[in-house]
């Protein structure tokens, strides 16, 4: 996504397998709203595809020709944060502006939202940056500027800081590998490398790296990028 003038395309698929290739892409949606902390996410379950802008909460069931709202219950009219969606296919949106968390199992244009306060934290320190899911219930946050990992066993209801290891992290993603490590990649110059725990985020030991990365993502088979 480009959130200066902000558009999404769509790379048509397939591609060569195991390969980035060069390819048209089709703009699916376009918006003169300066959308900055806009996120992008697919369902696990579903065709379908969820977007946060910084006015909104969008849906799209085919394949991109159309977005409709999906805020439902939710009476917010600003989201600067990130989502998720677990093996399970509930949806979750953070929602730093307000430190809320909102979750729903039947996504779509209609749906109702459980919303609730992230009990235990009351700021992000900027924003989470990203989330990843340790089981369905159990999700790891990262958040910037300093705040460092949390972890929810509770669908996100409770969040508890855990940093033992870590010092000023500022992180620009968080994943769970196959295997069950968990991953915090640092984002500054002064911290090039990345947290890793075996023991579900109780304690991080630091692996430093020769240069700075910028994201974090994991791939379907495993590969981390």
Not at 26 to 36: E, G, H, L, V
Not at 173 to 199: M, P
Request: aromatic share 10%; hydrophobic share 35%; proline share 3%.
């Amino acid at each position: 996504a480009n959130t200066t003038s902000f558009l999404i395309k769509k790379l048509p698929y397939p591609g060569v397998a195991g390969a980035f290739v060069e390819a048209n892409w089709q703009t699916k949606y376009t918006s003169a709203i300066n959308n900055t902390g806009a996120h992008l996410m697919a369902s696990t379950t579903t065709n379908d595809v969820y977007l946060s802008i910084s006015n909104d909460l969008l849906v799209s069931q085919d394949g991109g020709t159309t977005w409709p709202s999906m805020k439902g219950n939710i009476t917010r009219t600003s989201y600067s944060g990130v989502g998720g969606v677990a093996s399970d296919g509930k949806v979750y949106f953070v929602n730093s502006n307000h430190v809320e968390i909102y979750s729903c199992t039947t996504p779509g244009t209609s749906p109702t939202w459980t919303i609730s306060p992230l009990t235990g934290v009351t700021s992000f320190s900027g924003s989470v940056v990203s989330l990843s899911f340790i089981s369905p219930t159990s999700i790891l946050f990262g958040a910037n500027l300093g705040a460092g990992a949390f972890r929810s066993t509770d669908s996100g209801v409770t969040l508890v800081l855990k940093s033992v290891g870590m010092t000023g992290a500022s992180g620009r993603g968080v994943e769970v590998t196959n295997s069950g490590r968990l991953i915090y990649l640092a984002g500054t110059s002064s911290s090039r490398g990345y947290w890793t725990s075996t023991d579900n985020g109780a304690n991080w030991t630091f692996v430093t790296l020769t240069n700075t990365y910028s994201r974090l993502k994991k791939m379907a088979n495993g590969t981390l990028l």
